[in-house]
């Protein structure tokens, strides 16, 4: 879902009441950008949730890396710090290759990467992943049940057409 705001797009978001306070990490994409220009995680913040105002970039792309530009994140509380898992691509705007990364924080505003990032990598050399790489490992998603703590993510099957290569894993931990 995106909401048009008057500078920006606001995508792939996620609310989250902290302290009474309603923060919206969301994908940033300035309106009437370049396809080229990359994708920055930032949050927002309300207590009312009608008006906003915006409060910092979460995670950043960076130029020449596996995170080019930045999408689909899930955002979770784990052992007394906030964390966000979220998408990153090469070749800005194309998706050529993705992975998953990782940022920390015990408060929702000053964030950490992780430093053994990406901590999930598209490997095409395995047996059961497509090795066309296209939008192939994406959209994490961390969730909790009966105790035990999971990833979801996107990835595609060899085992089917190109067309229906889309399916979620998951990653226990």
Sequence with gaps: MTLKQSKYNFGDFDIQNIDGVLYAFFIKKPLRSPPS???????????DGTHWKEVSDAVLPIRDSWEETIWA????????????????????????????GKAYSKDPVHWEKDKDNPV??????????????????RDPFYFVYRGKRYLLFCAKDKLKSRHQQGFENEYRY
């Excluded at 220009?37 to 207590?47: L, V």
């Excluded at 979770?76 to 898992?85: A, E, L």
């Excluded at 999930?120 to 490992?137: D, Q, V």
């Design 37 to 47: 220009k990359p994708n920055r995680y930032s949050i927002i913040k309300s207590i």
């Design 73 to 100: 994140s899930t955002l979770s509380h784990q052992r007394g710090k906030h964390v966000i898992y979220y998408t990153g691509a090469t070749k800005m705007g194309g998706a050529d290759g993705c992975s998953i």
């Design 120 to 137: 999930f990598r598209f490997n095409a050399k395995t047996s059961y992943y497509s090795s066309e790489s296209r939008l192939a490992f």
